[in-house]
């Protein structure tokens, strides 16, 4: 009996290192942005999906590569939900709402970006896809470069000067 509970609080202790919500999300459940390990994996490792800080108190809901860049350590980020729109870093968070509909909530409760569906089943649920396109992969590759770097720096300096 003594080794069935050391075992079961092994489990337990295990399973809470975990991330939240690894590999999928169910409807009614969230994603919150004060939660680092809530975040969605793909089944083959390639992908993680979560808040990713993009300045002081200022957060992005991102798919990036789960491989960080060997020289910075920094994300390769693939998409973003609402780089122009970014959400407070407490009590913003992503939802599955109970019809389906993925929605993106800032700590006002305000809707900053929504899939904007709708399903008739009772069993719906978020998963993070293994699937990129060669175009992702090239750009993400290139964007991870000194030269990517360097690019999007010219571009952000330019884009502030003509604001």
Same mark, same amino acid.
């Given at each position: 009996?003594s080794?069935?509970? /050391?075992?079961?609080?092994?489990?337990i202790?295990?399973l =809470?290192? &975990?991330?939240?919500?690894?590999?999928g999300?169910?409807s009614?459940?969230? &994603?919150?942005v004060?939660?680092?390990?809530d975040?969605?994996? =793909?089944?083959?490792?390639l992908f993680?999906?979560?808040?990713?800080?993009v300045g002081?108190?200022?957060?992005?809901?991102?798919?990036?590569? =789960?491989e960080?860049v060997?020289?910075t350590?920094?994300?390769?980020?693939?998409?973003m939900?609402?780089r122009d @729109?970014?959400?407070?870093?407490? /009590?913003?968070? !992503?939802? &599955?709402?109970e019809?389906?509909?993925?929605? &993106?909530?800032?700590?006002?409760?305000?809707?900053i970006?929504?899939?904007?569906?709708?399903?008739? $089943?009772? !069993?719906?649920?978020?998963? !993070?896809?293994?699937?990129v396109?060669?175009d992702?992969v090239? !750009?993400?590759?290139l964007l991870? $470069? @000194?030269?990517?770097?360097?690019?999007v @720096?010219e571009y =952000? /300096?330019?884009?502030?000067r003509?604001?």
């Amino acid at each position: 009996m003594s080794v069935k509970f /050391h075992v079961f609080v092994v489990a337990i202790t295990i399973l =809470s290192q &975990l991330p939240t919500s690894c590999y999928g999300l169910r409807s009614g459940s969230s &994603l919150n942005v004060e939660n680092k390990n809530d975040i969605l994996i =793909s089944p083959n490792g390639l992908f993680t999906a979560g808040f990713h800080q993009v300045g002081e108190n200022a957060y992005g809901f991102a798919v990036w590569f =789960s491989e960080q860049v060997a020289t910075t350590g920094s994300r390769t980020v693939v998409w973003m939900a609402n780089r122009d @729109e970014l959400v407070n870093g407490k /009590h913003s968070k !992503l939802s &599955l709402v109970e019809d389906g509909n993925l929605v &993106l909530l800032d700590a006002g409760r305000r809707v900053i970006w929504s899939t904007n569906t709708k399903s008739t $089943s009772s !069993l719906v649920q978020l998963q !993070l896809n293994n699937t990129v396109t060669w175009d992702q992969v090239i !750009l993400a590759k290139l964007l991870s $470069s @000194e030269l990517g770097h360097k690019l999007v @720096e010219e571009y =952000s /300096h330019n884009r502030k000067r003509s604001l």
